[in-house]
């Protein structure tokens, strides 16, 4: 079965955060999340839905994490989250976006912003 995918856009800043993102939307593929990949190409990530919190332990790369809540928008940011970490709980999330180290900065995301999600 081939995973779903959608784009992501800062509705706020009128930026693309990403075109491909994948969504892990099943038990299966939030436990495996990025775990096992190399990288993430530019304006990839994935989704995982729900969730409150993650973590980057036996990740090979940094990424950029968004948190939102149920309204989509932005309640927390972890810029170029290095390996071995976890996040502190957001219990207002109600998803994570992971996606490429810098991707944050370069669409000017802050807390606050609005997000939309279209296949």
Do not use: Y
Request: glycine fraction near 8%; proline fraction near 4%; charge should be neutral.
């Amino acid at each position: 079965m081939e995973a779903e995918t959608v784009a992501v856009l800062n509705t706020t800043r009128n930026t693309v955060l990403g075109e491909q993102i994948m969504v892990a939307g099943t038990s299966l593929r939030r436990l495996v999340g990025l775990l096992g990949k190399r990288g993430l190409e530019p304006g990839t990530g994935l989704l995982i839905m729900p969730s409150q919190a993650i973590h980057t332990v036996a990740m090979r790369f940094a990424i950029d994490v968004v948190f939102v809540d149920r309204n989509w928008q932005v309640i927390h940011l972890c810029p170029a989250m290095v390996p071995f970490r976890m996040t502190g709980i957001h219990w207002k999330a109600r998803c994570v976006l992971e996606l490429p180290a810098g991707v944050i900065a370069e669409t000017s995301t802050v807390v606050g912003d609005q997000l939309s999600f279209t296949n």
